[in-house]
């Protein structure tokens, strides 16, 4: 049976004086992308650390991977696509269900090549995807599972919505434990012989941590902002790599001028943690549109393209009705 009705998107109305809409995401995107953004992938490999799969499938599903497509019909099972309306990526793997014929099997496995890394002491496994589950306890399913040597290790299985048509869930997992000689991970998908709707992944990055990363993960404003009113400013920050790190700045200035302040060693962040920075008050003189961007700033960071994240902030007079303050991604 067919799903019962399309995707809809919420609007946010404000039914007061005061209305927010934040919507932040870090700046750039690897393979043109535009919708969504993941920082370890948008500077593109870099020597110093080991990257085993890094694949953001610009133009193909590379020969080097393996599909193995179960299903019948004319989109039995993984495929490469450039655009569509639904996924928030330009060039990736989709298995798609709503589009295959009715009444068809879509079913199939997406492999990463064989990889070797034994010798790793931290191992990662991360990309982005878009998953539409037509109903928790469904017939539809998403696999992720990992060959550890001797058999496959399930390390997610979802049956439920994952990203948006406007923004992909980025999913980063350590799979350190089932390192081995000829590793591999695959991705898998199953309608149950149902008419249902999709799975696509994209920017796929199996490596190592650095030593020393710090990003940025968000801006935010503890109030609303209007004109002549002071608010609240936040920074997130993520260690993303091996270290604990303690002694860094983080940066946030506005673009017209009249915000600029630095906060020193704001505390100690543990691998994998984040930490939010809360920033003296900001009050805006004047109505328009500000740029708002944070920086952190560690000596030795291995990985500076993900140190910067900007957001586009419209400021306007309190009215009924009116929305105060809008964050729009650089």
């Known amino acids: ?10 609007l946010f109305i404000c039914v007061g004086a005061n209305a927010q809409v934040d919507r932040q995401n870090n700046s750039g995107k690897i393979d043109l992308n535009t919708k969504f953004v993941k920082s370890d992938l948008k500077t593109g490999p870099r ?10 499938f610009d ?4 020969a080097t991977w393996t599909i193995q497509n179960l299903g019948e019909g004319t989109m039995p099972g993984w495929f490469w696509k450039e655009t569509d309306t639904r996924i928030p990526s330009i060039g990736f793997a989709i298995i798609d269900s709503d589009n295959n014929s009715a009444g068809s ?8 090549p064989f990889f070797n890394c034994t010798a790793e002491p931290n191992l990662f496994l991360e990309f982005d995807v878009r998953y539409r589950d037509v109903t928790p306890g469904g017939y539809d399913v998403f696999l992720v599972d990992i060959w550890d040597g001797s058999s496959w290790q399930n390390i997610i299985n979802w049956d439920d919505n994952h990203g948006t048509m ?13 390192k081995n000689a000829e590793c591999r991970v695959r991705f898998s998908y199953t309608d149950a012989n149902e008419w249902l709707w999709f799975a696509a992944i994209d920017n ?3 490596s190592e941590l650095e030593n020393n990363d710090l990003g940025t993960n968000s801006i935010s404003s503890k109030g609303f902002i209007t004109a002549g009113y002071s608010t609240t400013l936040s920074v997130t920050i993520e260690n993303r790599g091996i270290n604990a790190q303690s002694t860094y700045d983080i940066k946030l200035v506005s673009t017209p001028a009249g915000y600029n302040e630095t906060i020193s060693n704001p505390g100690t962040i543990a691998a994998g943690n984040t930490l939010v920075v809360d920033f003296p008050s900001w009050t805006p003189e004047a109505v328009g549109n500000y740029t708002l961007t ?4 560690l000596a030795g960071d291995a990985n500076p393209g993900n140190n910067v994240i900007t957001s586009e902030v419209e400021v306007k007079i309190l009215g009924f009705g009116t929305p105060v303050l809008t964050f729009e991604t650089s």
């Open 105 to 112: 099997l879509t079913a199939g496995y997406l492999y990463t």
């Open 47 to 56: 020597s110093s650390r080991v990257e085993y799969v890094y694949e953001t």
């Open 166 to 178: 406007t923004e992909a869930e980025h999913i980063k997992i350590n799979i350190a434990a089932y």
């Open 294 to 297: 944070a920086t952190v700033i």
């Open 1 to 10: 049976m067919k799903k019962i009705t399309p995707f809809l998107f919420a």
């Open 204 to 206: 796929v990055l199996i």
């Open 59 to 62: 133009t193909e599903i590379p």
